[in-house]
C-alpha cells in the first residue's frame, strides 16, 4: 500500500492548463497587439506623408535656382492638367515659375533600383535649353561611406548644375568627363554613380516628349 501511494505524481495541487486556454490566451495577446500596432500606424501616417511633402516642396526649390512658387500638374492623356489636391495616381510633374511669374523649369520625380535599395529623387528640367539644373537624392540606402556620396559628395551633385540631356546622360571615369551631357563617377561607388545617372535619363524617357511641347508661359 505504501508502495501504491508512492508511485502517484506530484503536481504540486495545481492542474496544468488546457491547450484551449494557451491558445486563448495567445489569441488574446496577438489581438491587442496587432490593435496597438494598427493604432500608431494610422496616427503616424499622417505626420510620415506631411513630412514627405515638406522635403518635396524644399526639393522643388532646390532644384530650380530661382523658384519662388510651383504649380502641380497631372499628365492626361498625353497632355498636362493642373492638378487639384493630393496625388491621385496619376505621373506628376511640378512647374516652378521665378519672382515675375516666368516659368523657369520642371521639377521631375524619378526612381530606379540601387545597389542596396530603390534611389528615388527629384531633378529640375527646362526644356528651353535642353539641360538638367539641379538634382536631389529624396530616398537611398546606398552604401555609408560609398554609395551615400551621390547626396553627400559636392563635386558630384557638381554634375547636374548645367547637365545637357541629348542625345543621352553618359556616365564615365572620374576626371574624363569631356561633354555635357557626362557625369563624373564616384569613385569606389560606380554602381550607385550608374543608378544617379539611369534615374536621370528614366525620368527624360518619361517626360521630354511632353515637357518639350510645351510653351513657356
Do not use: H
Not at 33 to 61: C, D, H, M, N, W
Not at 94 to 104: L, P, V
Not at 136 to 154: M, Q, R, V
Amino acid at each position: 500500500m505504501e508502495d501504491q501511494q508512492n508511485s502517484i505524481p506530484v503536481t504540486g495541487g495545481k492542474p496544468e492548463p488546457s491547450s484551449f486556454r494557451l491558445v486563448a490566451t495567445l489569441g488574446v495577446a496577438g489581438l491587442v497587439s496587432g490593435f496597438f500596432l494598427v493604432g500608431a500606424y494610422l496616427y503616424t501616417l499622417p505626420l510620415i506623408q506631411a513630412a514627405k511633402a515638406r522635403a518635396l516642396e524644399a526639393a522643388i526649390y532646390e532644384v530650380l535656382p530661382g523658384c519662388v512658387r510651383f504649380d502641380a500638374y497631372d499628365l492626361k492623356s498625353g497632355a498636362l492638367v493642373k492638378a487639384e489636391g493630393a496625388a491621385t495616381g496619376l505621373p506628376r510633374v511640378f512647374a516652378g515659375y521665378d519672382k515675375e511669374g516666368t516659368r523657369i523649369g520642371f521639377a521631375i520625380q524619378s526612381a530606379v533600383p540601387g545597389f542596396q535599395d530603390v534611389v528615388a529623387g527629384i531633378f529640375g528640367y527646362v526644356p528651353e535649353t535642353k539641360t538638367i539644373v539641379g538634382l536631389k537624392i529624396l530616398e537611398s540606402k546606398e552604401t555609408p561611406g560609398l554609395g551615400d556620396k551621390i547626396f553627400k559628395d559636392e563635386a558630384f551633385k557638381g554634375n547636374f548644375v548645367k547637365l545637357a540631356v541629348e542625345p543621352e546622360i553618359v556616365l564615365v571615369k572620374k576626371g574624363e568627363k569631356a561633354n555635357p551631357n557626362e557625369v563624373d563617377a564616384i569613385t569606389g561607388a560606380t554602381i550607385s554613380s550608374r543608378a544617379v545617372v539611369s534615374l536621370l535619363n528614366t525620368g527624360m524617357k518619361d517626360w521630354k516628349g511632353t515637357l518639350d511641347k510645351e510653351k513657356k508661359k
